[in-house]
């Protein structure tokens, strides 16, 4: 199955934390071979800045999301 990530580049979210969050995201996938089960791509404000940073998974929504609750959310998701 195919994961979609997608994870909020405005400014907001971008400045807040999803500069870093990408980072860590894209160095999970590396880590753990999942290049083939995960689709990642940006998204353009959506429009809930107070909540962000925001990231979605399969269009279930993370907010206030740091370096350790991304690594927590991936790790349950891939059960790894
Ligand atoms: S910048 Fe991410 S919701 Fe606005």
Redesign the pocket.
């Known amino acids: 199955m195919t994961h979609i990530i997608k994870v909020?580049?405005?400014?907001?979210?971008?400045a807040?934390g999803?500069a870093k969050n990408l980072q860590i995201i894209q160095n999970f996938i590396e880590q753990h071979g999942l290049d083939a089960q995960v689709e990642l791509t940006g998204?353009?404000?959506?429009?809930?800045?107070?909540?962000?940073?925001?990231i979605y998974i399969d269009d279930e929504a993370f907010h206030n999301l740091d370096q350790g609750s991304v690594l927590d959310i991936l790790e349950h998701k891939f059960n790894v």
């Open positions: 909020c580049m405005g400014s907001s979210c971008f807040r999803n998204l353009r404000c959506c429009g809930s800045c107070s909540a962000g940073p925001n």
